[in-house]
């Protein structure tokens, strides 16, 4: 299956530092939305832990440096996350409608929306958690919204000895070892490679 890598990590760093000079590479943005919304019809938060730039800027970068606290149970809240979802996304909106329609202006938009985000993501996830930011990541909430009930992480009670190994390396600091749906699993796996009974695998 395919994994993270630290690689991609750069390119969120391409966008928001020489995007300011080069505007155009805002238009990365848009693409990555189409591509974790296309995914997210079938299998939820999936890109969020496979394919995401600033999801592998966060476990690769940010995750060398963090304080690795909790994530404050608010942020995981709906009633903060879809606000949250609609201000930033209707600013957004408003920019690109008031831009006239000029390319580069656009661009440069996507590109300071990309710059705002990764530094909250940086200060949240150096002073919190890495993923901190992803709890309420507006797209990491449309994922959860559009596919969040599909391709769940199954348990296999008769194998499970209780040893919450798999919670403990969760980077979305998920309950992991309870056999209920979780919206916000980003299917990292890491609790299936970190389980000792292998009680743990992903429905199709
Ligand atoms: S929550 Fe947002 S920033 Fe985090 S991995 Fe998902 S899309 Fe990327
Ligand atoms: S790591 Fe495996 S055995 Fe341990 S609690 Fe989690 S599912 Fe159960
Ligand atoms: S439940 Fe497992 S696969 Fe899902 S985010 Fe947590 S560690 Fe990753």
Redesign the pocket.
Known sequence: MLKITPYLGILVVIVSIVGLWYPILGYMMPL?ILI?MVTSVSKG?W???NL????SF?DFWIGKVTKNKKIPKSLKSYWVRIPIFVLLMGFMTYRILNTQGLINQIGMIFVIMCLV?TAI?LVLGVGISP?T???F????TA?NLIGGKKHQLQIIDSKCISCKKCDKVCPMQLDVHKGEIKPDC?KCERCVDACPTKALGFEA
Do not use: S
């Open positions: 990555v974790l938060r890109f969020c832990g995401c730039p600033r999801g966060i985000t993501a993923r930011w992803c709890t990541c507006p797209m990491g994922q980003i």
